[in-house]
C-alpha cells in the first residue's frame, strides 16, 4: 500500500443555495480543489452523495459532475452510505491512490436538500432507516436520536442542560467561519428552552439540513511533496458498520460501529487518542456528539457530556471538536458532511483555518456517522 496525500482542497458555503443545482455546487468545490492544488486534471473521480435520487431525481451524479466540471471523461461514479456518503467516497479515493489503481483521485461531497421541504425531505431522509422496521411504523432519524437521548438522560440521571455545552461550543466556532450556515453565538441557558422537534430534542440540539459542496484531491505521498508545499498525509482509514435498526443492537448507548472504526485507524496510523489534537465529530444531535467521544476513547461511557461542560471541546482546549461549527452550526449537508470534514482537518493542519485555528495541531481525527452509526467510517489526517 503507497502513502496517499491530499493536495488540493476546496468547499462551498454551507447553507440554501436556491440558484445552484447539484452539478453547479460539485463544480465550483471541484474548481476551487484544482487551483488549490495547481492542476487541471485528476485519473479518477469519486462522488459521495447520499439523497440525490429523493431530493433532486437525479443519479448517474459521477458521469453528471466529471462532465459539467470540464474533467474530460474520467472514471467517475457515486458512492452512498447515507449520511456518511463524503467519507465512504473519501475511503474510496483513499484505497484507490493506495493500491496503485489511480494516480490522482478528486474527492467531492455534494447535497442539495433545500429544494425539498415538509414531509418530502421526512420521507426522503428516511430511505436511510430500515424500510421494513422503522421507517414503516412512522420512526423518523430525530424520533430514534430522541429515543437514545431519553435514554442516555435516564441511564445516567441527566437533565437536558447537561448538552448544552456541545451547542454552545458548535455556534461559537461556526460565528468565526465564513462557510457556516449559522453564525450566531448560544448564550449558555438558551439550550433547554429552545422549541422541542422531537422531545428531548430540539431546534439547538438538531442541525439543519444544507445544500453544500466539498471536495478534495489525493495522490502519493511520494508526488505530493514535489507539488504542494504542504501534502496533509491520510495515516489512516476505516469502516465498519453495526445493526442499522437499533432495536437489533446489543447496547443502544454503545456505537460500535464508530468504536471499531475508530480503533482501526489509530491503529493504522500508529497513534493513541492522546496524540489527536483535534476531532471533527458527526454532531448531528448532541448525544451522538457525546456517543462519539466516548466510542472513540475520549471519555468513559456516560461521561462525554463532561468534556463539552468543562470547555475541554473548545479550539484552545485539550480536544477541539467542531472547529468550524461541525453539522450544528456549519450546518448538514448530508452526503457531502465527511468531505467537507476533511477539507477542515487539512485548514487546521496547514494552519489557515484563520480565527478557528486550534493552536499547534498536528494531527486531526475525522469520523462520519451514516444514520445513527449503522456505518462509522473514521479517518486520521497529519502533517
Known amino acids: 500500500m503507497r502513502d ?3 493536495i488540493g482542497i476546496g468547499q462551498t458555503p454551507v447553507g440554501e443555495h436556491w440558484t445552484s443545482g447539484l452539478r453547479q455546487l460539485a463544480a465550483d468545490a471541484i474548481h476551487d480543489a484544482l487551483n488549490d ?5 485528476i485519473d479518477a473521480l469519486y462522488v459521495g452523495n447520499a439523497f440525490g435520487a429523493a431530493f433532486s431525481n437525479q443519479t448517474h451524479l459521477g458521469a453528471l459532475v466529471a462532465d459539467y466540471a470540464g474533467l474530460g471523461g474520467p472514471e ?12 465512504a467516497a473519501l475511503r474510496t479515493g483513499y484505497l484507490a491512490v493506495a493500491s496503485g489503481a489511480v494516480e490522482t483521485a478528486l474527492v467531492v461531497g455534494v447535497e442539495k436538500s433545500t429544494d425539498t421541504v415538509g414531509e418530502a425531505r421526512t420521507l426522503a431522509r428516511n430511505t436511510s432507516l430500515d424500510a421494513d422496521y422503522e421507517a414503516a411504523h412512522g420512526a423518523t432519524q430525530t424520533a430514534l436520536a430522541a429515543m437514545l437521548m431519553r435514554r442516555y438522560l435516564h441511564e445516567y440521571g441527566l437533565e437536558l442542560s447537561a448538552f448544552e455545552g456541545f451547542s454552545i461550543n458548535a455556534h461559537a466556532n461556526g460565528a468565526r467561519s465564513r462557510y457556516a450556515m449559522f453564525r450566531n453565538t448560544l448564550k449558555p441557558g438558551g439550550f433547554a428552552r429552545a422549541p422541542m422537534i422531537s422531545d428531548p430534542v430540539n431546534l439547538f440540539d438538531s442541525a439543519p439540513d444544507a445544500d453544500g459542496a466539498a471536495a478534495v484531491i489525493l495522490t502519493t ?10 501534502p496533509v498525509r491520510i495515516t489512516g482509514s ?23 472504526s475508530a480503533h482501526k485507524a489509530y491503529a493504522q496510523a500508529g497513534i493513541t487518542p492522546d496524540a489527536v ?9 448532541t448525544v451522538i456528539a457525546a456517543l462519539s467521544l466516548e466510542a472513540a476513547g475520549f471519555a468513559a461511557r456516560g461521561e462525554g457530556w463532561k468534556l463539552a461542560q468543562e470547555g475541554a471541546l473548545a479550539l484552545n482546549g485539550r480536544l477541539p471538536i467542531s472547529t468550524f461549527g ?15 470534514q476533511a477539507v477542515e482537518a487539512c485548514l487546521q493542519l496547514r494552519e489557515q483555518a484563520g480565527d478557528n485555528q486550534v493552536p499547534g495541531a498536528k494531527i486531526a481525527l475525522i469520523q462520519n456517522l451514516g444514520g445513527l452509526g449503522g456505518t462509522a467510517i473514521t479517518h486520521v489526517l497529519q502533517i
Open 326 to 340: 461541525g453539522l450544528k452550526a456549519r450546518g448538514n449537508p448530508a452526503g457531502a458532511t465527511g468531505v467537507y
Open 238 to 260: 476505516a469502516v465498519a458498520t453495526d445493526a442499522l435498526a437499533l432495536q437489533d443492537r446489543a447496547n443502544l448507548l454503545y456505537l460500535g460501529a464508530a468504536n471499531r
Open 4 to 6: 496517499v496525500a491530499v
Open 37 to 41: 492544488a495547481g492542476l487541471k486534471q
Open 76 to 87: 467517475a461514479y457515486t458512492i452512498e452510505a447515507a449520511d456518511a456518503s463524503g467519507a
Open 221 to 230: 505521498f511520494e508526488r505530493a511533496v514535489d507539488l504542494v508545499p504542504q
Open 277 to 285: 489534537n483535534l476531532f471533527e465529530l458527526h454532531d448531528e444531535y
